[in-house]
């Protein structure tokens, strides 16, 4: 049984009406600017500022606040070597065979392939785990909504990696258990994301798409 702490005064940080409009559109106008990234620089990014950003990742609410998710934080050349070659491999057998036709079609758009290159390029890598339930004296214990929990953490996890001033990419090699067996985690942990992190290339290019505006995206019930 886990231990309860009872509950404690929580003092809201808040801000005058213009202070708060402004921040909003400042937000808004920033994350704006994010891109997805492929072209990454070889420049290095401090330690600190990656734990920073995992730490920043970690704020997100979860299921029963069961905090289901384990970063794996590499920069070990040898390591993404080893995922790379490995994310290839699936990659490869993706491109030629397990995607629709029509998958392919639509992701003309962005220029991909099966080579990934930035795994080894990014100075970089967070593989990011859900732990689908815990060991806790040897039972075995649920977690919960664990998807829709790691799914907040890695939202979190890109805006702290773009205000930082830093790129990186949603990278889903599938099928991805080989990164368990690379990585050596437990049986209680699965594959969720793969992000490089680090510095857009000087010649980095982006597809040229827009954002759905705010008419196509919501719907008012006032
Ligand atoms: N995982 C592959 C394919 C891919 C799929 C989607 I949906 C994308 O938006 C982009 C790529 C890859 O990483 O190339």
Same mark, same amino acid.
């Given at each position: 049984?886990? *231990?309860?702490?009872?509950?404690?005064?929580?003092?809201?940080?808040?801000?005058?009406? #213009? @202070?708060?409009?402004?921040?909003?559109? &400042?937000?808004?106008?920033?994350?704006?600017?994010?891109?997805?990234? %492929?072209?990454?620089?070889?420049?290095?990014?401090?330690?600190?500022?990656?734990?920073?950003?995992?730490?920043?990742?970690?704020?997100?609410?979860?299921?029963?606040?069961?905090?289901?998710? $384990?970063?794996?934080?590499?920069?070990?050349?040898?390591?993404?070597?080893?995922?790379?070659?490995?994310?290839? @491999?699936?990659?490869?057998?993706?491109?030629?065979?397990?995607?629709?036709?029509?998958?392919? @079609?639509?992701?003309?758009?962005?220029?991909?392939?099966?080579?990934?290159?930035?795994?080894? $390029? &990014?100075?970089?890598?967070?593989?990011?785990? *859900?732990?689908?339930?815990?060991?806790?004296?040897?039972?075995?214990?649920?977690?919960?909504?664990?998807?829709?929990?790691?799914?907040?953490?890695?939202?979190?996890?890109?805006?702290?990696?773009?205000?930082?001033?830093?790129?990186?990419? $949603?990278?889903?090699?599938? #099928?991805?258990?080989?990164?368990?067996?690379?990585?050596?985690? #437990?049986?209680?942990?699965? #594959?969720?994301?793969?992000?490089?992190?680090?510095?857009? &290339? %000087?010649?980095?290019?982006?597809?040229?798409?827009? %954002?759905? $505006?705010?008419?196509?995206? &919501?719907?008012?019930?006032?």
């Amino acid at each position: 049984m886990s *231990k309860q702490r009872g509950f404690i005064p929580f003092k809201q940080t808040s801000f005058s009406q #213009p @202070e708060m409009m402004k921040r909003a559109e &400042a937000l808004y106008q920033f994350s704006n600017q994010r891109r997805s990234i %492929r072209d990454f620089s070889d420049k290095d990014v401090p330690f600190e500022v990656i734990k920073n950003i995992v730490l920043t990742a970690g704020t997100s609410p979860s299921g029963a606040h069961k905090q289901p998710w $384990t970063f794996c934080i590499i920069r070990s050349n040898e390591l993404k070597s080893k995922i790379k070659t490995a994310a290839e @491999e699936e990659e490869y057998k993706s491109y030629h065979g397990r995607m629709s036709e029509q998958w392919l @079609e639509d992701l003309k758009t962005f220029g991909t392939d099966w080579n990934k290159p930035f795994i080894e $390029t &990014a100075p970089w890598i967070i593989v990011v785990f *859900k732990r689908i339930f815990e060991f806790e004296e040897n039972e075995k214990r649920p977690n919960y909504y664990v998807n829709e929990s790691v799914g907040i953490a890695c939202g979190l996890l890109i805006n702290a990696i773009h205000n930082a001033g830093l790129a990186t990419l $949603t990278h889903t090699p599938s #099928p991805m258990n080989f990164l368990t067996e690379i990585l050596e985690r #437990p049986e209680n942990e699965k #594959p969720y994301l793969l992000l490089p992190i680090g510095y857009a &290339a %000087r010649d980095a290019k982006v597809p040229n798409i827009d %954002r759905k $505006t705010f008419e196509e995206v &919501a719907i008012l019930f006032d």
